[in-house]
């Protein structure tokens, strides 16, 4: 069934040849975009929905989330909040809950959480497991993942569990655990920072994943100046996310390269570590991303128009600038090209902003300004419970 949307006052496409036009109009046939151009030369449609001015963009790519989790860390946020350093080891606390629950409530949760983030303008969204660290557990949440999420990673290498031998753990991450999670999972990451794991250990473990026809990314330089950023470019990573430490050697290893700097602003805001230099790297000519971090720990928010804004407001970037981040960034990280655009061909997703334009988003912080969505042509109305022609005609 296709949907025109019409009376677009201004609509980002991101694609270089279309731009981003004004009272333009937009085709959704089926999953895909079939046409876009100005309104008043939009074909017919079986349904119409007239945007009636406002603004409408690609829906946000949420390239990074760690969403397979139970349990709650809300103590360890407040002891942060009372000035106690962030570390790595927190992760353990979630781990213990993620192995105590069962299969329904891990996939109730990260549903629930997926349906968050939908209704907020998020179509494309990638989630990792790392909160299992055994072998089964960590199967069942790569299993459980891929079932929701649009693209899954496997992070067995995001802690050491308590009790165990670093170098044991490695080679097991590396080898029983990475053959019987592969099948479910198109990435594999590291967490390579102290108090997790080191660049050696990275290594080897996104190696064996590349071997078996993984992609790679690297969780970097988000503690403190590392060797994350180097060992993702090395490899050939995809996408390298932090990045809140650099050097100028970082910034030449990354502009020189195809690997993403992934930007986490929400999680640097409750880490209390410095925003990642967002300006800097973009005038180095690096391509960044902008994503949530959505975690129990370190950074407990689906709300890509959140990050949008902080990257406005407090890392210099423009808001075209932001919105590439967070659409078309995202999907450059995730090695996509039908997601995070507006052009015939594309994903059908798109948001529509109750605001004449995407300066909005950081205009107006913190006010919920995504007012209609759709995810593979599909009104969301939950990213689990969609209607066809459901925003057919006005609805609260």
């Keep these: ?34 046409w876009v151009g100005p309104a008043v030369r939009a074909p017919a449609a079986d349904e119409r929905f007239d945007a009636e001015g406002r603004a409408a963009l690609p829906g946000w790519v949420d390239s990074h989330t760690h969403l397979v989790f139970a349990g709650d860390r809300t103590a360890e946020f407040a002891d942060r909040m009372a000035g106690k350093p962030y570390q790595a080891g927190g992760i353990a606390t979630t781990v213990a809950a993620t192995r105590a629950a069962g299969d329904a409530e891990l996939a109730a949760n990260l549903r629930r959480h997926v349906d968050e983030a939908a209704r907020q303008g998020t179509t494309c969204l990638e989630t990792k497991t790392g909160y299992g660290l055994s072998v089964p557990d960590e199967v069942r949440s790569a299993r459980i993942a891929a079932t929701v999420a649009d693209e899954v990673t496997f992070l067995g290498a995001h802690l050491v569990p308590p009790g165990a031998d670093p170098e044991s753990y490695v080679d097991l991450v590396r080898g029983r655990m990475l053959d019987e999670v592969a099948q479910f999972v198109r990435w594999v990451d590291v967490f390579c920072e102290r108090g997790a794991f080191d660049e050696a250990q990275c290594e080897r473990v996104l190696r064996a994943g590349i071997a078996r026809g993984l992609g790679a990314r690297v969780h970097g330089n988000q503690l403190g100046h590392g060797p994350g950023v180097q060992l993702a470019v090395r490899v050939g990573a995809a996408s390298v996310d932090h990045c809140s430490y650099l050097d100028e050697a970082d910034l030449a290893a990354l502009s020189g390269s195809d690997t993403v700097a992934t930007l986490l602003p929400a999680c640097d805001l409750s880490t209390r570590q410095p925003l990642a230099p967002a300006r800097r790297l973009l005038d180095a000519g690096v391509v960044i991303a902008l994503a949530t971090n959505a975690n129990p720990g370190s950074s407990y928010t689906t709300s890509m128009n959140f990050c949008v804004a902080t990257a406005v407001l407090q890392m210099g970037l423009s808001v075209e600038e932001a919105v590439w981040a967070a659409t078309a960034g995202g999907a450059r990280a995730l090695r996509r090209d039908d997601v995070g655009v507006i052009r015939v061909g594309a994903r059908a997703d798109l948001q529509v902003l109750d605001a004449p334009s995407v300066t909005h988003l950081a205009y107006r912080p913190g006010v919920p300004l995504t007012w209609r969505v759709w995810q593979r042509g599909r009104a969301v109305l939950s990213r689990f419970v969609v209607e066809e022609g459901a925003f057919a005609t006005d609805h609260p």
Excluded: Q, S
């Excluded at 009376?7 to 959704?28: K, Q, W, Y």
């Design 1 to 34: 069934m296709a949907i025109l949307i019409t009376g677009i006052g201004e609509l980002t496409t991101n694609d270089p040849e279309l731009g981003r036009p004004r009272d333009a109009a937009v085709v959704l046939d089926g999953e895909r975009i079939a």
